[in-house]
């Protein structure tokens, strides 16, 4: 068995120390089969620095002394040997030196270094902590700090004992970055404790002189200090505009030259979309607008990537072009339709619009444009192939007026058939339904003056008389429409197309208008009935309020129009003759339905068929403002009757005209019915 010392004895033993090569000789034996040895960089004096550590100091000066603040700076930084070099006071010169080579920079405050100056003025480095700052220097508080560093060492002036607020650096352009707005005034936290420390020396003096004299100084010296910070702000104001206007005058010759190499190419330079007006001049501009010079190599980079947005240009240009051509094409044909206009129709200027229509009660008249004639827009005239091919063939403005002119007599002969067809089928429904117009128009004075010179066709569809009608879209009730309010509504002689507009060919469709006998046949009676049975429609249809007739006859008190009016009269007739229908299976009831608006009420003394009631007829509130109105009982029993709600008063009299009940009672013959709203019924007209 192994002893314990055998046991731990080390496997391995110490080799003894190698006898030292012979490198001389050794080098000799290797340097003809192997390479020389590459020569280890060494760091420090000996690093590419070298030639500038190993410059004469007199010539390193005078280098120095064209430089700029900021290349001190960095050289300063960059290595111990400079900096302990241009950190001692025997360099003042070459800071000095540096100075002169900024034109405008404010000398050195007293109480600051120069390297300290001009970092502070040139460097983007925290003055706290070293990092990068975006931040501008602050003159007040001569630093520029980093947003940390802004919350580390900024107070606000709150926090300061009112003693020496006044005393102290405050700032207000340098505040902490987590506010989005300085609302106060900041200083340097480190700031405070000295001045309280001065503050309670001189306080402990008892002496008022000498704390008044420390005082004046200290506010001496924070206005020398905002002097100095207003000369540094303008100094980086101005610096700032500086770079500004260098770096536009480079992106300047960068575009310049990229817009030459782009024209050499063979392109134009609308084809280039550096402005707004185009979808792909952000992608331009990124590219172009650099403050970098342009170079053969960034060129070759930059081409490829230019010519997609060259050729995206030109295919938009060409179509705003081929857009600017038809809405200039647009705009002269419709300042030549507006001249043939002018040359074929006329209005009716010696009228005057009545604001009482038919009723002699105007106060005053109103000069108006009274619109009969007819005139294509330009959507009817390019449903013509001529005028059609004159819009959508692309050539300029000139050019498609140029062709016009050519064919101006086939264009003039297409308006005169479009504008003779209009009132040649609005006579023709007439004569189909054997309505024989007369021709004799007078105004409401009296007399045929201003219509002496209309044919005779436009004075017989110019009655007041002369009805027509289109159906509803919802429904198959009549709408009825004189000739003139027909024009308007189909835009048959309104001004032609805006230039801004895009019209659509609008051939000229007339098959859902027709001529209104029944309604020809009420207009007829009331205009005999009011002793103007030639006045024409322009004057009676009321300016500038046309809702201003109302029923005569009925309990219906709802302002109307004179088409309305005439509408009014047709369903009454209508609705008497369905009701009498009715009471043949309803003669157990014993009920009467009188035909209050049959005209010859009025030839017996009964009331009028129509009122005037804007201005001078007085209408009554008949619900008293509570909204509690009376229904028909009568004409709840008959079904084509209708409900009848209105004033107690007007059912009274309803019950009276209609039924001839002169005793009505309530609950037999009319009862309460309260509305949703007091403003829902119609208001009812006091007695005439």
Known sequence: MRSTDDETKPEAQILPRKRARNIESTNQATSSSQAPARKKQVRGKQGRLAGLLNMPVDIFTEITLHLNPADIISLSRSNKFFRNMLMHRSSIHIWHGSMKNVAGLPPCPPDMSEPRYLALVFSKTCSKCGKSARSKPDGILRVRLCGPCRDEFLMPVDLVPPVIQDLVYLSWNTYPARKWRCDTPYMLSEDVPGLLTEYADKKRMNDESTLDVWTKTKIAQVNQRREESEALMQFLEGLDGNREKELDELKEARRSEIERRVKDLGWAAKDMPSDYASEHHRAWNALVNQPKPLTDRIWANLQPK?????????????????????????????????????????????????????????????????????????????????????????????????????????????????????????????????????????????????????????????????????????????????????????????????????????????????????????????????????????????????????????????????????????????????????????????????????????????????????????????????????VCKLCEKIPSAGEVVASQSAIRRHLLDVHGITKPGIDKHYAPKRLPSPDLPPVVPSSP
């Open 306 to 630: 230019l010519i997609p947005l060259l050729e995206a240009r030109r295919v938009e240009r060409l179509k705003a072009e081929h857009e600017e051509r038809k809405s200039g094409r647009q705009r002269r044909l419709v300042e030549l339709f507006d001249g043939i206009k002018q040359e074929v129709c006329s209005s009716l200027e010696t009228l005057r619009g009545r604001e009482s229509g038919i009723f002699p009660d105007s106060k005053r008249t109103y000069k108006t444009d009274y619109r009969y004639d007819v005139f294509p827009s330009l959507g009817h005239a390019l449903a013509w192939p001529l005028v059609k091919d004159l819009h959508e063939t692309d050539s300029t403005p000139e050019e498609m007026e140029a062709r016009f002119e050519k064919r101006r007599e086939e264009v003039e002969t297409l308006v005169n058939e479009w504008r003779t067809s209009i009132p040649a089928h609005f006579l023709n429904q007439a004569k189909a339904n054997g309505t024989v117009l007369r021709p004799v128009l007078t105004s409401y004075r009296g007399g045929s003056g201003p219509f002496i010179n209309l044919s005779d066709d436009l004075k017989r569809l110019l009655r007041a008389d002369s009805v027509f009608y289109t159906t509803s879209p919802l429904g198959n009730k009549k709408i009825p429409a004189t000739y003139s309010s027909i024009l308007d509504t189909e835009g048959l002689s309104a001004l032609l197309c805006t230039p801004d507009n895009a019209p659509s060919p609008k051939p000229l469709s007339l098959e859902h208008m027709f001529w209104y006998p029944e309604a020809h046949e009420v207009a007829k009676t009331l205009l005999a009935n009011l002793g103007k049975p030639d006045i024409s429609y322009f004057e009676i249809w009321g300016f500038p309020v046309s809702k201003i007739y109302m029923c005569g006859r009925c309990h219906n008190t709802d302002r109307m129009t004179w088409a309305q009016v005439i509408q009014h009269y047709v369903e009454q007739k209508q609705k008497h003759s369905d009701v009498q229908k009715d009471l043949a299976g309803l003669a157990d009831q014993e009920i009467m339905y009188n035909d209050v608006h049959h005209p010859t009420l009025s030839t017996a003394g009964g009331p009028p068929m129509i009122k005037y009631i804007w201005g001078s007829a007085r209408i009554a509130d008949g619900g008293g403002g509570t909204g509690e109105f009376q």
